[in-house]
């Protein structure tokens, strides 16, 4: 996997991966690295990333470069802004400007009820969560917006709606792969069923029956040396299958699949901004996006603009799952789990960690990528490459609902914010009359939420969040290997 994430990361890897004389300087490279990789290995890597050239879910050409330059430039407004306007993301040590974040004004806050319809809708059971938004799938490379972006003016920002209209439209085919990534996947790569050891330079140790020898010391040398034995790395058997050669399920296409329903997804845009004063980043926490209630099955994320700073990545990592385990091993001989599965200090039939680190995605300008979102990430460190002048790194994200299920979405529940609200009092032409001029008589149970209330609302729904997150990281990280 890090292998395969290091080759997609160059250049044109998606062209390249075709040519036999690159792939064949690749391979040597690699081969004399020391890197832990076979020649069969090799083989199938190259092989499996031919079918993913052309399906790829991790490119820096998705987004052209005059919607690229579009999207800075529509962000414009939400930066330009007194730096006591500015929505410094509660302990980031003002390093993290939120532009566009869920967790102002979410669902919840002043028990806000979904317009009433006349249709039934079976909507996910409500609790305070993240809003999302609804885009409907629009000819072949369109989507269109059919609600209001939570936290986003849709008069004063109608330039960036237009231009998240046209990101969005471009990460659909990309969602695509990535769920069908998802679907058609085997469990294991490389089919892995009995621990084989290589020969081993010390010979098997012997009982000296000769007074000099006792049980326990004899014992203690056997174990020593059955513990020594190099173990055999899982080759992978035949060449690599793609998804035409094998019997798999129906490909996820889901401009097709959603066009008369539409899709559902919680937009974010954040930079992070640093100076002289401040000059690293410390990284982020091991997490999967969102709560249960929020339904997001997969994430993009787009680095619109970097400026001054380091190499910055996400690593990634999963859960292995021993529920089907069937590996033929001796008995108490575990070493294996570590040479093969990657757990360190692992023990059979006790409790131990169960993640294993896949690798990392670099953080490159223009890069858009997605990943189905049962994979925890973290973002790794970085800082200014000149510490004497700012730099920054802007983000986009968002977060694909499961289409499946539709949850309550900002097309059914009029904005909550308190300024909104007053400026239509006020007689501007503020929302449009689809998404306001219906919905202020109806229920809000209460004021709108100001500011004030909604960054103290803030406060407590990421606590929350937090404590969440330490369980589900606790039980995610750690399990009982009944091997």
């Known amino acids: 996997m890090q292998l395969m994430s290091a080759i997609t990361d160059k250049p044109e890897w998606e062209r390249k991966i075709f040519d036999s004389h690159i792939t064949a300087k690749w391979t040597t490279e690699i081969m004399n690295s020391g890197k832990d990789v076979t020649p069969k290995m090799m083989e199938w ?32 407004p939400l930066e330009q802004v007194p730096r006591e306007e500015k929505d410094y993301h509660p302990g980031s040590e003002d390093k993290v400007v939120n532009l ?21 809708t079976n909507y996910a059971p409500d609790r305070e969560r993240y809003y999302c938004e609804g885009f409907k799938p629009y000819r072949d490379d369109e ?18 709606y237009k231009v998240l209209e046209k990101v969005i439209a471009k990460t659909i085919p990309l969602w695509d792969k990535t769920l069908d990534e998802v679907e058609d996947s085997p469990d294991y790569r ?36 059955l513990s020594s034995r190099p173990i055999g790395k899982p080759e992978p058997i035949g060449d690599f299958k793609s998804k035409g050669e094998v019997k798999y399920p129906d490909p996820v296409r889901l401009r097709q699949q959603f066009r008369a329903q539409g899709l559902q997804v919680i937009v974010k845009l954040a930079n992070i901004e640093l100076t002289p004063d401040k000059p690293l980043y410390d990284g982020g926490s091991w997490h999967i996006e969102g709560q249960m209630n929020e339904h ?45 599965y990657g757990f360190p200090e692992t023990r059979g039939n006790q409790e131990g960690p169960l993640t294993q680190e896949l ?18 990430h973290r973002v790794s460190p970085f800082g200014l490459a000149d510490k004497t002048k700012p730099g920054y790194h802007k983000i986009l994200a968002l977060f694909l609902v499961a289409p499946q299920t539709r949850i309550i979405s900002t097309a059914n529940i009029p904005p909550q914010r308190a300024d909104w609200w007053d400026e239509r009092q006020g007689h501007r032409r503020d929302l449009t ?45 750690t399990g009982d290997l009944s091997l």
């Open 45 to 76: 890597i190259l092989a499996e990333l031919k079918y993913k050239g052309e399906r790829v879910i991790k490119s820096n050409t998705a987004i052209p470069a005059d919607l690229q330059a579009a999207l800075c430039k529509a962000v414009l």
């Open 100 to 120: 566009v974040h869920p967790s102002l004004y979410p669902s919840g806050l002043a028990e806000t009820l979904p317009v009433p319809k006349e249709e039934e």
């Open 143 to 160: 989507c269109r917006i059919v609600s209001y972006i939570n936290n986003l003016h849709p008069e004063r920002h109608r330039d960036l």
């Open 190 to 225: 490389i089919p892995y069923k009995e621990v084989e050891y290589l020969p081993c330079s010390v010979p098997e140790p012997g009982y000296e029956d000769n007074g000099e020898d006792n049980d326990d010391e004899f014992h203690e040398r056997y174990e020593e040396w």
């Open 296 to 340: 997001i099955c997969a994430t993009g994320i787009y680095y619109y603009s970097n400026e001054n700073i380091t190499q910055s990545s996400i690593s990634f990592r999963q859960r292995a799952e021993f529920d089907n385990f069937r590996v033929r091993y001796e008995q108490d001989q575990f070493k294996f789990l570590e040479v093969v």
């Open 359 to 376: 690798g990392s995605v670099t953080c490159d300008e223009g890069r858009l990528w997605t990943f189905p979102n049962i994979l925890q």
């Open 433 to 477: 009359k689809k998404h306001v001029d219906n919905l202020l008589p109806v229920e809000l149970d209460g004021s709108p939420i100001t500011l004030e209330e909604a960054k103290k609302y803030r406060l407590e729904l990421m606590e929350e969040r937090s404590v969440l997150g330490k369980e589900s990281n606790k039980r995610y990280e």
